[in-house]
């Protein structure tokens, strides 16, 4: 199994809703990654899990929860979210402590804040 | 503060030219990986060079690390519909966790 899987594909939410995307791999990579997309941008690095511990959070509002339950399992958790945070959200893994090894993205959950 | 340049950051061409995009910065990386992106979709890994002046090819794309590892080009022989997309390069660090993004380069290759 080589992939990274995301779900949901789409979600649309309301301000006040909370929501959780999920992402799961069975490539036994140790390092996990949630980042935010915008349009014809590049990622936005958001969180960093390493050996299930939080290791980098890039000053994210705290409306976006991170979990990781095992090793092969991310959350992430919404809540009272902006209009402006709707983007592509991508998961990904990489095999070890290092970027060099390049990652493994998911294909993403296309979040609509209405 | 590290950053990687890319550009062009729009490309229009025919079927069957080529092109090259490219990748620079002032710093030095230990990698440097380019992905192909298509819309509403993840970034797909397509190569990783991490040795100074490193040439890999995949098929039609040729990918080729700096001497000092600061700058990288992506070339594409005889452009195909299906090679457009979104071109990103990333640049890696030992010991981090972090990609230092480009801007990304898309790309449409017209009939």
């Known amino acids: 199994d080589t992939e990274v899987t995301q779900t949901p594909k789409h979600l649309v939410m309301g301000m006040t809703n909370k929501k959780s995307l999920k992402c799961e791999q069975h490539?036994?990579?140790?390092?996990m990654y949630w980042y935010k997309q915008k349009a014809k941008k590049p990622p936005e690095l958001m969180f960093v899990y390493s050996y299930e511990k939080l290791s980098i959070n890039e000053s994210v509002p705290s409306r976006f929860s991170p979990e990781c339950p095992n090793s092969s399992l991310l959350n992430l958790h919404l809540h009272a979210l902006q209009p402006e945070d709707s983007a592509l959200y991508l998961c990904?893994?990489?095999?070890?402590?290092?970027?060099?090894?390049?990652?493994?993205f998911g294909s993403g959950t296309r979040l609509t804040v209405v | 503060t590290q950053l990687l340049e890319q550009s062009p950051q729009f490309l229009s061409i025919q079927e069957g030219e080529n092109l090259t995009v490219y990748c620079n910065s002032s710093?030095?990386?230990?990698?440097l990986q380019w992905y192909r992106q298509e819309p509403g979709e993840g970034p797909v890994l397509l190569v990783t060079v991490v040795t100074g002046g490193e040439v890999k090819k995949l098929k039609r794309l040729t990918f080729q690390f700096g001497d000092a590892r600061k700058d990288s080009s992506l070339h594409i022989t005889a452009a195909q519909p299906g090679d457009t997309g979104l071109y990103l390069c990333?640049?890696?660090?030992?010991?981090?966790?972090?990609?230092?993004w480009g801007a990304g380069t898309k790309l449409i290759i017209k009939p």
């Open positions: 990333a640049g890696g660090e030992d010991s981090n966790y972090q990609l230092i």
């Open positions: 710093s030095v990386f230990s990698s």
């Open positions: 490539m036994g990579h140790r390092a």
């Open positions: 990904a893994s990489s095999h070890r402590d290092s970027a060099n090894y390049g990652y493994t």
